[in-house]
């Protein structure tokens, strides 16, 4: 198994399962915010808005009430919000051009790289994360074209105890 990270960037979509408590992804994701070694938590301003648009159409509640625990995460989480910065945008332009060219030499063409993600990554890069999560697996797919970050779905060092509290 690998060390356990220090500092992991947040996709977007990361934040998104927390908050919309998305049944296989929340708990993991729970455990990790709220556990006491924890690593350094990163994602971009750009997620602000990320979340903010997902959360209102993926069905939160209600407005009042998404923007409440969005507000609340940003402030409670302890992530860690950086502007993305040229040097980062040079990094996420790195990325994007060796998916561009992974993609004109891929028979089966199946690369998709979106701008989004490549902010994000530079991002990541920027700040020497060691891995990016995301549920995305089409961001997953592209980690072979990501040069200094691993990026995967979050994980647990170990899995949860089991509960005998309850017997």
């Known amino acids: 198994m690998p060390d356990f990270p220090h500092d992991v960037y947040l996709d977007a979509n ?17 455990q990790l915010f709220l556990g006491t070694q924890r690593p350094t938590f990163w994602t971009s301003t750009v997620s602000i808005v990320e979340v903010a648009y997902f959360a209102q159409t993926a069905g939160l509640p209600s407005i009042n009430q998404g923007l409440s625990q969005i507000e609340h995460f940003w402030a409670e989480r302890h992530v860690t919000l950086i502007e993305p910065t040229q040097q980062a945008m040079e ?47 089409k961001l997953i797919d592209l980690g072979p074209y990501s040069p200094n970050v691993i990026i995967r779905e979050p994980w647990l ?7 005998i509290t309850n017997l």
């Open 91 to 137: 990094m996420g332009r790195d990325f994007m051009r060796a998916c561009v060219e992974a993609k004109r030499t891929n028979t089966q063409n199946s690369i998709r790289n979106r701008s989004i993600d490549a902010v994000h990554l530079g991002c990541a890069r920027w700040v020497k994360a060691q891995e990016l999560w995301t549920f995305d697996t």
């Open 157 to 163: 060092e170990a899995p949860p105890l089991f509960d």
């Open 14 to 30: 990361t934040v998104l399962h927390f908050l919309m408590e998305t049944p296989e992804k929340h708990e993991i994701l729970d």
